[in-house]
Nanobody
């Protein structure tokens, strides 16, 4: 059974930092892109960042570029999201996604597996 488990969310003040982790089990995802998405209340799930299978290429949404950093450790089957300079508008449930094999990693439909999400709340 494939599982993606996110952790590291919480409540932080504006300007603070959080590090999210996404641990995969049940199979390895070293050959696929992995991504992070987020969903705020009343809004659609939106793309945050993706990382290619080898970790050599990343792509960020404009809203987080320069503040967030994605990385992956294929030996641990884990992907990370370091979030710095957090803003209240970053408040959302953050989801890890895996098993995308095309360049359409901006789209939720590219990913076969999803985590349950972790809440990030940034207070002003």
């Amino acid at each position: 059974q494939v599982q993606l488990v996110e952790s590291g969310g919480g409540l932080v003040q504006a300007g603070g930092s959080l590090r999210l982790s996404c641990a995969a089990s049940g199979r390895t995802f070293s050959s696929s892109a992995m991504g992070w998405f987020r969903q705020a209340p009343g809004k659609e799930r939106e793309f945050v960042v993706a990382i290619t299978r080898g970790g050599g290429s990343t792509d960020y949404s404009d809203s987080v570029k320069g503040r967030f950093t994605i990385s992956r450790d294929n030996a641990k089957n884990t992907v990370y999201l370091q979030m710095n300079s957090l803003k209240p508008e970053d408040t959302a449930v953050y989801y890890c996604a895996a098993d995308c094999y095309s360049h359409s990693y901006y789209y939720t439909g590219c990913y076969r597996y999803w985590g349950q999400g972790t809440q990030v709340t940034v207070s002003s």
